[in-house]
């Protein structure tokens, strides 16, 4: 590891930033991350998060968030337990198409009995709803192809608006659901937003399969070479070639400053993710001395700040149109 | 301001809801399906200080349409609606999300958020869908009344969710680490046909206690929803007499259910052209009606008259109304089925003439002449109690610029459309009552 730059994120689900939407809050540490250098914000889900329960709509808020910042990535979480494809789809292409690229989607399960009584749901057993998880993320990877790029050609004279060859049903029929496609949103400027998961969950293999970042929880006494160790596990596990995906590291609050200065120096990942805490431009303050003078990113899109390429379209076939 | 008030709102398409709107000059089809575009529009939408910012859903692209004609919005509606939040300050900003395809938690959650976001700004259109249910295969589809039935339980849900966080359940006491009262905060324990949603909602009460519930389906299991819950309506009707009675019929209903009937605005859609003289808004109408491919046109009205053939009858010919079925066996929208079945009934209108209304308005009405002309009519519906406002659904670009340069200063000179905002909620601006919480003693 250590080819690409070191990433930095930030997490905003950490109880001290105020959970009841408090707008001004999650934004000033949103444009402090962004002003300190740091790749990208993640605004989790305190619906899912054990023990809380209160919390904005993460890929609302981060469409917010997006709107008040001008180059930070934004990684919104979403459950896909009891959520619908298409929406999760045209809302993460949204989030993408509002950002220019900023975009990112932590994909979730709700494996709580409490989660599954909001939905009127009998709670399953984890690996079954991440089997469910992995199609869902297959599915909505195929509706922001469903759309190829330059679909809309709007020739005025002709009155073609779009080239229907270049819309795509996705016809997808499995266990939990089926779907026809097109998505009703064209493809995400990033092709598709970034993709990232926690990859330490046990049945997560069926997500991390389809992941453009995988995240694993590091234990700030770890020494270098065990956390790298865990890391090489995770991919070898996804079965995604190396160079197609970023490990980044997530920390607990506190003490953070040396054990990201160690990973940092060991190599051990390809980035890291800090809770926000008390004070948000501290916890990244360390984070970002610690990866030292950073390559610039390639691009603005926050795949070019993680040095991932903008995904071919599993559909494109058809020439472009004539004109 | 003094006296009754008119409401209107805007349906924000990409462009304009004609089908040949795109390919105008003036259309700005190379901007339509950007975030800017929107932004602009919203922006300006709210120069004009219109009540509220419509933006409708589609489920799912019409892919043979889409050909040849721009998809009505791009985005999923409530994200959209975060970023024209943030751009504004005090238009009210709709979305539109189906009862049939999503679940009621997440939606509450989604709702609640914007109205957070937006500082008391937002606004739920609640539609039952009749499109896109091969987008959503979890559950099998309802027919009409199916999810009409799924909507009543829905909003119902809803609502509670929305109460289950008192106004004053937060404490925000630092001293004594107590950040809400959980005693103010209540499960909802649901269990009914449809759902078993345990609750509480996981955000706190929103500025305006309930967001602005808006329903948009006008059958009379749909007006019935809209009776109960609404606090403004969107509706399509053709003809004044139609929209004095669609208009008692529902105050009346809403008065059946305990509720005054000031706080149910009815908002009939309304798609005019506006010329600087009577005979330029004609040539403007006809100029956008050429821009039409016709067998794409035809096939939308086929679809309107509930998927009858009609590709052996001429295009001068009036619609053989044998073919017609009855409205009760209409699943999807029955509501506008009844205004296209009608004109050809009773009125024998031509193939021409209803492509003609399809294309232009999806069979809202339309109006034709010059800024007066248009104001009075307006004016007129609104005092003869056919309507309490108008989402206003432009024909294309141009037009919309329009009614905000010309007709909105004739609507405020009449004393009928404020200057300025009064208000800072969609509330507010609905003059609509703030609801109760059902747990507040
Ligand atoms: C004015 C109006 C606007 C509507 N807008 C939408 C929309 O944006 N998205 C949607 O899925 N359905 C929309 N609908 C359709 C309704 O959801 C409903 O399915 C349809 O009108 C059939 O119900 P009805 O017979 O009661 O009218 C709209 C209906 C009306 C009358």
């Known amino acids: 590891m250590g080819e690409h730059r070191f990433v930095v994120g930030l997490r905003l689900d950490d109880p001290t930033v105020p959970s009841t939407v408090d707008v ?4 000033r540490a949103a444009l402090a991350a962004e002003a300190a250098g740091a790749d990208f914000v993640l605004v989790d889900d305190g619906y899912v998060a054990a023990g809380r329960g209160v919390g904005p709509d993460p890929v609302m808020l981060a469409a917010r ?12 979480a979403a459950a896909v337990t009891y959520g619908e494809p298409l929406l999760i789809s045209s809302g993460l292409a949204t989030l993408d198409h509002l950002s220019d690229g900023r975009a990112g989607w932590l994909v979730l399960t709700a494996p709580t009995a409490a989660q599954a009584a909001l939905h009127g749901a009998a709670p399953r057993p984890e690996r079954e709803l991440w089997d469910e998880a992995g199609e869902v993320v297959d599915v909505v990877g195929r509706l922001w192809d469903s759309w190829e790029d330059g679909a809309v050609i709007r020739d005025a004279r002709t009155g073609r608006y779009l080239d229907r060859r270049r819309l795509h049903r996705v016809d997808y029929t499995g266990p939990a ?78 003490g953070t400053v040396g054990a990201v200065e160690r990973l940092a120096a060991a190599g051990a990942l390809d980035g890291v993710i800090v809770p926000a805490g008390d004070d948000p431009v501290a916890a990244l303050r360390a984070a970002l001395g610690s990866r030292g003078a950073a390559a610039p990113p390639a691009g603005p899109t926050l795949r070019e700040r993680l040095g991932l390429p903008r995904p071919a379209n599993r559909y494109a076939t058809a020439p472009p149109a004539a004109p | 301001m003094s006296g009754r008030q008119l409401h209107l709102a805007l349906s924000a398409g990409v462009g304009g809801v004609h089908q ?35 933006l409708s859903d589609i489920s799912a692209p019409n ?49 609640a958020t914007l109205d957070h976001l937006s500082g008391g700004r937002a606004g739920w259109n609640a539609v039952t869908s009749s499109v896109g249910e091969q987008n959503f295969g979890r559950r099998p589809w309802p027919d009409h009344a199916g999810r009409y039935e799924r909507a009543a339980e829905f909003l119902d849900v809803v609502e509670q969710l929305w109460d289950s966080w008192e106004q004053d359940a937060v404490r925000h006491d630092r001293a004594a680490g107590v950040f809400a009262d959980i005693d103010k905060i209540h499960p909802i324990d649901h269990a009914g046909t449809h759902f078993a949603v345990a609750g509480p909602l996981n955000v706190r009460r929103t500025p305006q206690g309930r967001p602005v519930i808006v329903q948009a389906g006008s059958s009379p299991a749909g007006r019935d929803l809209a009776a109960r819950h609404a606090s403004m309506v969107f509706t399509a009707q053709r003809e004044l007499a139609e929209a004095q009675q669609f208009y008692r019929d529902l105050k009346s209903r809403a008065r059946g259910h305990g509720r005054p009937d000031t706080d149910v605005a009815i ?14 808004a004609e040539e403007i109408r006809e100029s956008l009606l050429d821009l039409v491919d016709q067998p794409t046109a035809t096939a939308r009205l086929a679809d309107q008259l509930g998927g009858i053939d009609l590709s052996d009858i001429g295009f001068n010919e009036p619609i053989p109304v044998e073919r017609l079925p009855a409205a009760g066996d209409i699943e999807r929208r029955r509501s506008r089925f009844q205004i296209f079945a009608d004109l050809a009934r009773e009125e024998r209108w031509t193939v021409r003439q209803l492509v003609g209304l399809e294309v232009a308005s999806y069979g809202h009405w339309r109006l034709v002449g010059t800024a007066e002309q248009v104001a009075a009519e307006l004016e007129r519906w609104f005092l003869a109690r056919g309507a309490d406002g108008f989402v206003l659904m432009p024909p294309y670009q141009g037009a919309l610029t329009r009614f905000y340069q010309w007709v909105v200063p004739l609507l405020q000179d009449r004393g009928i459309f404020r200057r300025e905002y009064e208000g800072r909620t969609l509330r507010d601006h609905l003059g609509v009552s703030y609801p109760a919480n059902r747990w507040a003693s």
Do not use: C, M
């Not at chain 1, 001004?24 to 934004?27: E, V």
């Not at chain 1, 694993?216 to 065990?226: E, F, K, L, R």
């Not at chain 2, 050909?67 to 985005?75: D, G, I």
């Open chain 1, 24 to 27: 001004a809050g999650y934004r």
């Open chain 1, 65 to 76: 968030l997006a709107a008040a910042t001008s180059r930070i990535g934004v990684v919104a």
């Open chain 1, 177 to 254: 659901f089926s779907i026809a496609g097109p998505s009703i949103t064209p493809r995400p400027p990033q092709g598709h937003p970034v993709v990232a998961v926690r990859a330490d969950a046990s049945g997560s293999r069926a997500v991390t399969a389809h992941a453009d970042v995988l995240v694993i929880a590091v234990d700030p006494a770890a020494p270098g070479d065990a956390v790298a160790r865990r890391a090489g596990q995770a991919v070898a596990e996804s079965g995604r070639p190396r160079h197609q995906v970023r490990v980044l590291g997530e920390l607990p609050a506190g």
């Open chain 2, 20 to 54: 040949g709107a795109w390919r105008r000059p003036d259309s700005r089809t190379e901007q339509w399906g950007t975030p800017e575009l929107v932004i602009a529009l919203a922006q300006e939408t709210e120069a004009a200080k219109f009540d509220a910012f419509f």
């Open chain 2, 63 to 111: 892919r043979a349409l889409t050909r040849v004609q721009a998809p009505y919005l791009y985005f999923e509606p409530l994200t959209a609606a975060v970023a024209i939040a943030r751009a504004t300050s005090h238009i009210g900003v709709i979305a539109t999300a189906s009862t049939t395809f999503h679940e009621p938690y997440n939606l509450a959650r989604q709702v």
């Open chain 2, 267 to 280: 908002l009939p859609g309304v798609s005019p052209i506006i010329g600087d003289s009577a005979a330029d």
